[in-house]
């Protein structure tokens, strides 16, 4: 465990016969498991006081006044779109790498994404590009933190104040990572967050979205209830049948026994991040000077929380090297295509190569390497030796 990183990382071993290290994956314990068959032997499975247990602690922990939780991290896009009023003809800038869903959601409401360009050395969105692509159907600017490294804020505020449009947040990489201090959840108007297993922490499936604005977290709640304002426990305490649908929404709740799991693993959050980064300084000292191996950068301000631990190798090499690492049961990935690549969005609004050329030779270069808080520095360097091994063997 103490060896320095560039001795064991060259003689660290990575036969196939070596056991398997995912690219991502979640860790339960028993407390998380007692929270849950609390939830199932009590008078609520949904809508009940765990729910408001749990949005309390993550809007507390995201130093946000409010969290409203829903059933997964795309239909926390999906709601918060809705709410902001984005509809046919609108127009919604978002970064050409981001997972699919930030674009999608803008979609399903009939608006149009509009894709902005990403830095190269940390494959966040641009906020030059950014200012280009507002025009004057856009309603909204979309950042995402991706990998788990805030955006520059400073910059991205900037130019949204500018343009007189609203900047919210696909934070979805990045709960636990903060910008200059402040905490991902507080930094734009909304933040939308995934409680996905391969996030930072679970409830199996979840979503939340963070605001300061109180009546806004309200209409999300409306949302999240078919458009009705009164729960059913609501109901039920106020002895009433009387509700009201005083628009179209959604059932995008979070169960009490989902929301019991997220607030147990909110607990383990600081920790799991803490290891996260450990895990990250590992591999930045084990590839420090390689001329091959380019982690993506912890920009100045920013405290990563390292969703995904992203390097840039030869573009030359890339199918090579994944099938190597592959082979040596590592579960390298790659995060991601520019969306609008997808054969979807060339086909439904004509894109093609050349709209975001900056993020096009990225995802050429860009591996995922392992990274979750259970990875020992064993691990680590076997995933670091092997590939810088294969890369020297070329
Ligand atoms: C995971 C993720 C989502 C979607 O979250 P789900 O909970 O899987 O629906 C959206 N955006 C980004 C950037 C994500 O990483």
């Known amino acids: 465990m103490n060896s320095r990183p560039d001795e064991a990382v060259r003689s660290a071993p990575s036969p196939a016969s070596a056991p398997f290290i995912p690219y991502g994956r979640q860790h339960i314990d028993d407390a998380d498991v007692q ?9 609520y499975l949904t809508t009940g006081p765990a729910v408001d247990a749990f949005e309390e602690d993550f809007a507390e922990a995201t130093g946000s006044a409010h969290a409203v939780s829903v059933a997964n991290g795309t239909v926390a896009l999906h709601a918060l779109y809705a709410a902001l009023g984005l509809g046919h003809g609108d127009e919604i800038v978002v970064p050409a790498i981001t997972f699919v869903a930030t674009a999608n959601a803008a979609v399903y409401l009939g608006a149009t994404p509009v894709f902005a360009d990403v830095d190269p050395s940390t494959a966040l969105m641009d906020a030059e590009s950014v ?34 449009v609203v900047l919210v947040a696909d934070a979805c990489h990045a709960l636990g990572g903060a910008w200059k201090g402040r905490p991902v959840g507080s930094l734009t ?23 300061d604005d109180a009546e806004f977290a309200a209409h999300l709640k ?10 059913f426990r609501e109901r039920a305490e106020g002895n009433t049948w009387e509700y009201d649908m005083s628009e179209l929404g959604f059932n995008y709740r979070l169960s009490d026994v989902h929301a019991a799991l997220g607030r147990s693993q909110l607990r383990k959050l600081p920790e799991f991040v803490e290891r996260r980064r450990q895990v990250a300084a590992r591999y930045r000292e084990a590839f420090a000077g390689h001329p091959d191996v380019v982690p993506l950068d912890e920009a100045p301000g920013a405290t990563g929380s390292y969703h995904l631990f992203m390097v840039r190798i030869p573009a030359q090499r890339k199918a090579e090297v994944f099938e190597a690492m592959r082979g040596a049961n590592i579960g390298v990935n790659v995060h991601y295509q520019p969306v609008y690549l997808h054969s979807y969005y060339r086909r439904e609004f004509g894109f093609s190569e050349g709209l975001c050329p900056v993020a096009e030779e990225a995802y050429e270069e860009l591996l995922t390497l392992p990274m979750y808080p259970q990875m020992t520095d064993e691990d680590v360097d076997r995933v670091a030796g092997t590939l810088i091994r294969t890369l020297d063997a070329g």
Not at 35 to 43: D, R, Y
Not at 132 to 151: L, M, N, Y
């Open 189 to 211: 108007y909304a933040s939308t967050f995934s409680l996905h297993p391969v996030k930072h922490i679970t409830s199996a499936e979840g979503g939340m979205i963070t605001t």
């Open 35 to 43: 929270a849950v068959v609390e939830v199932l032997g009590s008078k």
């Open 131 to 164: 200012r280009e692509r507002i025009g004057p159907r856009t309603r909204a600017v979309v950042s995402v933190d991706f990998a788990g490294q805030p955006c520059d804020y400073d910059a991205l505020t900037r130019v949204c104040d500018e343009a007189g």
């Open 222 to 231: 409306v949302l999240r209830n078919h458009g009705i304002r009164s729960t």
